[in-house]
Every structure is written in C-alpha cells, then in structure tokens.
C-alpha cells in the first residue's frame, strides 16, 4: 500500500511537474498545493457513496425515557447511517423510520401513533417519537467517515490526513486519478481528458463494490418476472 505522499509523487511524474518532498511544509507552495488537492480528493470519495470499505457496525444500549441519541457518542468514526439497517436486536424486531416529517407531527401531536418504535435522523442524532423499552440493544449499520490508515501507529484508522506516511483508504489508482485533475484544474491545465477517465473508473470501481443478488443459473419453475437477473440456458432435444 502507497503513502499519499508517493501518490503524490507519482501524480508529480505524469504532470512532469517537481515531485513534493514533504505535504505538511508550509514554506513550499508545491507542496501545500498536492496537500489541498489530497484531501479534497479523499473527501470526494468518502462523499461519493456507500463503498464497502467503510462500512460498519453500531450498537446502541437505549436508557430510561430518553429520546434522543448523538451519533457521534456511539460511533466516534460516524458519517452516515444506512436506511433500512436499524433492527432491535433483542426481538430481532426492525425499526420503523426513519419517517417523514409529516408523519412524525401528526403522529407526535395528532395522536395518530400505531404500535412500533418509531425514529427521525436530525442534526446528528438519533430521535425516538416516543422513548424506547429501556436497555434494549438496537444495532445498524453506518458509513464510516475513515478515509486513511497510520502506518505508523499501528495502521489505526482516521479521518483526516495528517501524516505523509498515512495511506489512503481507497483505491490507489482513483486515488492518483482524483489528485492529478486537481491539480491540474489547480494549475490552470486543462484537466478535462484526466477528468473523464476519473469519472469512469470511479464509477466502475463504484459499481463493482456493490453487494448484488445471486443469479440463478439451474432449471426453475419461478416466475422469471418476480426475480431479479436470470440467464437463459441452452438446452437439448
């Protein structure tokens, strides 16, 4: 795995410009330079969507007539919550929400609430309707905000560049790609070509790091309507 400080170097070499010798010196411009187009391009990714990498766990231990959850408190390395991954653990019991605001003011004020724990996602917390059973386990799934590893303190993950021997998360290559059309748009370049061919590996790259259903390749008696990718079988008379 390559430092970003290699991977800038590398950038360096295509844009046949000076290599960068240290990303966190402030008296060189070049150097500050490839640091600001770094991080905007490991931001970027993190942004972009669910990628597998960051994909994580959380539980949540409810307490006595609380409502409302800070995210941050359970995960410290929380970005975003995954919909439709928040269960009770206890029941095996899936959480209705998170809803709309419409249903959550008439459902708080109207009494129009039916029976379930229901819950809203809001300014980084997580907001029950009406407090939950105290001391049930409620665990998802959530979007790391994790984008580099410290190689030097035991490959621990982290949320930001600070290191010129951290290493990036992602992919090497659309790593390398997001910097040099940065860069290069930076400098004044014209950066369209490097650009396009970002947008088409990280699409790729994207799209390949999706979970997807199974295909089904035996002999059924289905309707091939109800089901999702199917590939017709070739077969003997």
Not at 20 to 31: M, R
Not at 115 to 126: I, P
Not at 197 to 224: C, G, H, M, V, W
């Amino acid at each position: 795995m390559k430092s970003i400080l290699d991977i800038c170097k590398e950038v360096a070499d295509i844009a046949a410009t000076k290599r960068p010798e240290d990303l966190f010196n402030p008296t060189s411009q070049q150097d500050s330079i490839f640091l600001s187009v770094a991080k905007s391009a490991l931001d970027s990714l993190l942004r972009y969507g669910d990628w597998q990498e960051l994909i994580k766990e959380g539980v949540l231990r409810t307490s006595y007539q609380r409502n409302n959850y800070l995210l941050d408190s359970i995960c410290p390395d929380f970005y975003s919550i995954l919909n439709n991954t928040i269960y009770i653990k206890d029941c095996n019991e899936n959480l209705i929400g998170s809803i709309t605001p419409a249903d959550w003011m008439k459902e708080k004020y109207f009494y129009e609430s039916t029976s379930g724990v229901k819950f809203k996602l809001q300014n980084g917390m997580l907001k029950f309707l009406t407090p939950p059973p105290d001391a049930i386990k409620i665990v998802f799934q959530y979007r790391s905000n994790t984008i580099c590893y410290d190689a030097i303190n035991g490959y621990t993950e982290k949320s930001s560049i600070t290191k010129n021997t951290d290493i990036p998360i992602f992919d090497e290559y659309l790593v390398k790609l997001g910097i040099l059309w940065r860069w290069l748009k930076r400098n004044g370049m014209d950066y369209n070509e490097e650009f396009s061919e970002y947008e088409r590996e990280i699409k790729k790259k994207f799209a390949t790091s999706l979970a997807t259903q199974d295909i089904n390749l035996a002999p059924s008696n289905i309707d091939i309507a109800s089901q999702g990718v199917t590939i017709n079988v070739k077969t003997n008379k």
